[in-house]
């Protein structure tokens, strides 16, 4: 029976000119969800208002699921609307709408009536009066509250007169691209996939880096981070996924690095690396999923480490989770089942049986100058392997 739908979206901190630049982004997020649905749709923007309209056969619940992956949007809510012939052709397709929408009568209800159109011959109070009488007197079993009802149905007189009462919740935030880009550093884990959803509902675009090691990991631990790019691309949008041969990087701390030390000095390579192409590509930060503790090179010392060779923002959103919020987020968001396929991972190859957990950065960067000779040379190749792939999701 529902042939639109009305966006709601949160409009704090959306006032004068940022309003309609959140406007716009979000329609286009909207359009670019909905390519991927049958059928067409016509997404409009009128009064302060946001309407998808299905023009002709679409699929109900793909459009609901495809929706929700819209930043931006805090609610879906299912509409009717009809041509205005008359008080009495409204009050039937309203009788309908209820039998339709709730087959269990036994609830209460409440008209909440809006005139955008002040030549309508009822006022809103008088509407809400003869719109309660024609219910009640249809289906005697429901009843009115008006101060806590099961269902709030709302009239809109418009040009059409648009009826619903469902809010189906979206997935909050703000549209992407009202919040420039960053570099997220995507690994096969489950933590990264979800620091680039949280991070991306902040309305930031997202282009992601992975490091890999052949002949140590394999193509499948690659094809594994291609389809996590994919999955959060359903919500960010395409992304930009540049590849980087970190083997020689990692055979030389290996050969000229105490083992120890190998898990931070690796991570403040890739972290340089990152900076390096994100400044490249226009990025405003880094984003990875790490979380204070978690393993030992996710210890403040640790972190302190890493973070060092960093001038850019690094945004850590996962940083005060436990480990079970990061798993129920990555199942929210459908990349558990694919972060926990079995694939080695460049981190998990060479890594000390004993890492430190208290790294000195003084020490550190003493060891470090064992790569002096190497490391720039290397780091170029690293650079010069980067192969980008554009991933976006698709039907
Ligand atoms: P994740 O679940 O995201 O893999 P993790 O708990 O396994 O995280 P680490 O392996 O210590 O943690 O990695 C910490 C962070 O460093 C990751 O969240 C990711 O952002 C980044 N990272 C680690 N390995 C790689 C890699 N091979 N390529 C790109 N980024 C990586
Ligand atoms: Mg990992």
Request: hydrophobic share 35%; glycine share 6%; aromatic share 8%.
């Amino acid at each position: 029976m529902f042939t639109a739908f009305l966006i709601k979206y949160a409009e704090i901190g959306v006032k004068g000119k940022n309003r309609y630049l959140f406007e716009d982004a979000l329609v286009q997020q909207i359009k670019y969800a909905l390519k991927r649905c049958e059928g067409s749709f016509k997404v409009r923007k009128t009064q302060g208002r946001i309407y998808v309209d299905a023009l002709g056969e679409f699929d109900f619940e793909e459009t609901i699921d495809q929706l929700k992956t819209v930043f931006g949007i805090s609610g879906i809510c299912p509409v009717v609307y009809v041509e205005d012939q008359g008080f009495e052709a409204l009050g039937k397709t309203i009788v309908n709408y209820m039998d339709q929408v709730y087959p269990d009568k036994n609830k209460s209800f409440k008209v909440n009536a809006r005139r955008a159109r002040k030549n309508y011959p009822l006022d809103t109070m008088e509407l809400n009066r003869e719109v309660g009488a024609v219910i009640l007197e249809a289906f005697p079993e429901m009843t009115v509250d008006v101060h806590n009802p099961d269902i709030m149905l709302y009239l809109e007189i418009r040009e059409k007169i648009y009826i619903y009462s469902e809010v189906i919740p979206g997935p909050g935030g703000m549209p992407v691209g009202t919040n420039g880009k960053a570099m997220l550093l995507l690994s096969g884990g489950i933590d990264s996939p979800v620091a680039g959803y949280m991070i991306s509902k902040r309305g930031v675009k997202l282009d992601a880096v992975y490091f890999h090691a052949p002949p140590y990991t394999s193509e499948r631990a690659k094809q594994k981070v291609v389809d996590l790019a994919r999955l959060v691309s359903r919500y960010s949008g395409p992304i930009y996924l540049h590849i980087i041969n970190f083997t020689d990087i990692q055979l030389a701390i290996y050969e000229k690095c105490p083992h120890d030390e190998l898990t931070i000095i690796m991570r403040r390579y890739m972290m340089k690396i990152a900076q390096q192409i994100a400044e490249e590509t226009e990025c405003m930060g880094l984003i990875t999923g790490e979380s204070i503790g978690q393993v030992a090179s996710q210890t403040m010392h640790s972190l302190y480490a890493t973070n060092e060779v960093c001038s850019m923002p690094v945004y850590r959103p996962c940083i005060g989770l436990d480990k079970q919020e990061s798993v129920e987020i990555s199942e929210k968001i459908n990349t558990y089942e694919t972060s926990i396929l079995p694939y080695e991972d460049c981190c998990t190859i060479f890594v000390a049986k004993h890492p430190v957990t208290k790294p000195n950065l003084e020490i550190i960067k003493r060891h470090e100058e064992n790569l002096r000779e190497v490391i720039d040379e290397l780091m170029e190749r690293a650079l010069s392997t980067k192969e980008t792939i554009i991933v976006r999701e698709e039907k």
